[in-house]
């Protein structure tokens, strides 16, 4: 089922509001929900998933399911379509008695980042093409937090920091949070690319050591 979201003008606690007051009956899906909460939603939870990784070392492993994670988030975003998920996690009822209180403190909270972020360089968040490319953007920041490079400092902050501020700052409409994406991503390839260069001007040395 192809559902497209709506747009995302609305601060993320406004969202959440209107979801939370959208919510009728004793049970509602995890369809519905999503459906509800739409992009906001899914851009929130690539931002809780970069969480772990804003240390400089991270448990090793744990990079390899998130980054999977938002990969998978950050495609549906660019396609603007709900993420695939198996119809029987889709269709499961869930009773809203517990889950309209767990999202009322959840929106409290978040109503606090909204004043921290504004909209602003409008042209790095607005319009589909540009929010494809963001979407594209966490993707290849879900890409490089998946490399098997845990143990080395910083090899998940920086891609991590760069999904929090795409994702924080396309919810918001702050391009200059986007554009501070943008440059952790530019600078975590530059760490990589420093990094498999070491490694490899090693490896012939070590050839050549043994060789000779």
């Known amino acids: 089922m192809a559902i497209e979201f709506d747009d995302t003008e609305r601060s993320l606690s406004d969202t959440l ?6 919510i009728r009956g004793n049970t509602i899906t995890l369809r ?5 909460i739409g992009e906001h939603g899914f851009l929130l939870l690539c931002a809780l998933l970069t969480l772990p990784f804003l240390i400089p070392v991270s448990i090793p492993g744990v990079s390899t399911v998130f980054g999977a994670a938002i990969i998978l988030i950050s495609l549906a975003i660019t396609l603007n379509r709900l993420p695939w998920l198996p ?7 869930i009773e809203t008695e517990k889950l309209v209180p767990t999202l009322q403190k959840g929106a409290a909270l978040v109503s606090k980042l909204d004043r921290y972020v504004r909209p602003r360089l409008h042209f790095l968040t607005q319009g589909a093409v540009m929010s494809r490319f963001n979407g594209l953007m966490i993707m290849a920041g879900g890409v490089l937090l998946m490399f098997p490079l845990g143990l080395i400092p910083l090899s998940n902050t920086l891609p991590g920091i760069a999904i929090l501020l795409l994702s924080l700052g396309i919810i918001q409409r702050d391009g200059l949070m986007v554009a501070g994406g943008y440059l952790f991503l530019v600078a975590t390839t530059v760490y990589f690319t420093v990094l498999a260069y070491a490694a490899f001007a090693a490896g012939q040395g070590l050839s050549q050591f043994f060789v000779s």
């Open 17 to 22: 509001a209107g979801m939370i007051a959208s």
């Open 32 to 36: 519905e929900l999503m459906i509800e």
């Open 87 to 93: 119809q029987r996690i889709l269709d499961r009822q």
